[in-house]
């Protein structure tokens, strides 16, 4: 599976990867999986990694995974930090950003890992 993820439940955080040629049918296998994970706590901060992609996906694409984050149930988003240091995924996550800022409470998109990281620590429970 293109897309691997690894969360602690403790602190409720979830780094999830995109590895390689990652598709929209990736993304809801990947939606539906971590549905159904008993480790899985009911709210998550999420670190997404995009550095080992090579596909880029189109507005449309962007959008239908956004719809498809919306659908979740048993797990409320807190924040989302989106990590690349490729211009062009670096643009296409800020649209996606646009498009999923409903589901999140908060998401920015990162050049470092590092910065990504420090921004994702500032998030606790999320605002009820």
Known sequence: MPI????????HFIHTRCVGDTTLEDARDHLQTLQEDPMCPEWLNVLLDLTETTSVPDSDELRIVSEEIGRVRGIRFNACAIFTMDEHFFGMARMFAVFARNHFQAMHVFRTLDNASKWLDSFEAPVE
Request: no cysteine; hydrophobic share 40%; glycine share 0%.
């Open 4 to 11: 691997l993820y690894q969360i602690d439940p403790a602190t």
